[in-house]
């Protein structure tokens, strides 16, 4: 297979158990191309008609660079590497001409590949496939459940920006069961909206919301308040919904402990009590910074016998869910920064449950602006 359809040689399962372990990642080794070479000459995206569903708004909002480097984009990626490769399959009702279109986020172009499939519905159908080489070359063996997380923080981009642009509900498929592509968007055209169907987000963003979204430089001190962190927990647990995942706080002082959602959804109780957060630095592959953030908002399960599809489906529902939260946190004016990368951090097995089936998968840090306005974009 090719580097961008390429599963780990040995299997997720073996990959995932690897990516835990504190072995560390060998030298950075060459990353390749920065976008997957689709044939054919690049071509701009047209201009919408009143009717049509805005291809070029749609991937502004979500995937394109916005600098020459590659590195500044809507949504976050390990290490700014962005792994993640999008294949549009476009029907009708599109700035596009129905086809199949490979995007390069980079010029902003999409290069036509080939015929629309029969039975092709309107709008567009986004598929997801990742080039691993990319987080490999600097990750290594802790490479794929990043390029899951990063999947999954696309997927909620595009999601994200089909509700700016006021498309029909986009519909997300993260069930974790193929190898590739690895998470399916598909947006409909305007006239397709269905307002009865339930969204991730109670109000849709504007687009200013998205393109200023920016993960915050470390360190992010300041606990956030009590309604802000509700809000942030409600939407992680609302979007990671299918996952297979619990979700919890870990807050300082005055009470530092782990917290939760109350049944209902509308309070706070406690979780676990003691300070957890210079733990979670350690697990974090040494990000001392974490142990002085004002919350760690933490998505935790995905057992040590979990299959292939139950990895994908929660690391891929995990990315999704963070990247919702981080723009209820930005409503909120918190200060946030996705946190990918987890080593031993059995988190059931540190609270006095059994080993190996409660670990870290995902993490959002949260922080009030004010303490270090000059370190926020």
């Given amino acids: 297979m090719e580097d961008h359809h390429e599963n780990p040689p040995t299997g997720l399962v073996a990959a995932l158990a690897r990516a835990r372990s504190p072995k560390r990642p060998g030298p950075d080794t060459p990353a390749g191309t920065a976008v997957r070479p689709w044939p054919g000459p690049p071509c701009p995206i047209p201009e919408a008609g009143p009717a049509d569903l805005d291809l070029r708004a749609l991937l502004g909002l979500s995937l394109a660079a916005s600098d020459t480097s590659g590195r500044l984009r809507p949504t976050p990626s390990a290490g700014a590497l962005h792994p993640v490769d999008t294949e549009l399959v476009v029907g009708t009702g599109c700035s596009l001409p129905p086809g199949r279109y490979g995007y390069d986020p980079l010029r902003h172009r999409v290069r036509h590949v080939g015929a629309p499939v029969d039975g092709t519905p309107a709008g567009v159908t986004a598929a997801l496939s990742v080039t691993a080489q990319r987080t490999v070359s600097h990750y290594g063996h802790r490479a794929w459940p990043l390029l899951l997380l990063d999947t999954g923080h696309a997927a909620a981009a595009l999601f994200l920006a089909a509700r700016a642009l006021n498309t029909g509900e986009p519909r997300v498929q993260l069930d974790g069961h ?199 974009t």
């Fill in 178 to 376: 193929a190898e590739n592509p690895l998470a399916v968007v598909r947006v409909p055209p305007p006239e397709g909206r269905s307002p009865s169907r339930p969204a991730e987000t109670e109000v849709p963003p504007a687009p200013a919301e998205l393109l200023a979204r920016r993960s915050t430089p470390p360190p992010l001190p300041g606990l956030p308040p009590h309604d802000a962190l509700r809000a942030v927990l409600a939407t992680a647990e609302r979007a990671g919904r299918g996952g297979l995942l619990r979700w919890c706080a870990a807050v300082g002082p005055p009470r530092p402990g782990l917290m939760e959602l109350a049944q209902e959804g509308t309070a706070l109780r406690p979780y676990a009590s003691g300070e957890t957060r210079p733990t979670l630095a350690a697990w974090a592959a040494g990000q001392t910074w974490l142990a002085d953030a004002g919350t760690v908002l933490l998505a935790h399960g995905c057992p040590t016998d979990a299959d292939a599809a139950h990895i994908r489906r929660a690391h891929l529902r995990a990315g999704f869910a963070v990247h919702l939260a981080h723009l209820t946190a930005q409503r909120h004016g918190l200060a946030a920064r996705p946190v990918g990368s987890w080593q031993q951090a059995d988190l059931g097995a540190a609270l006095g449950a059994a080993p190996g089936r409660d670990w870290v998968v995902h993490a959002l840090a949260l922080g009030t602006r004010h303490a270090d306005e000059e370190n926020s």
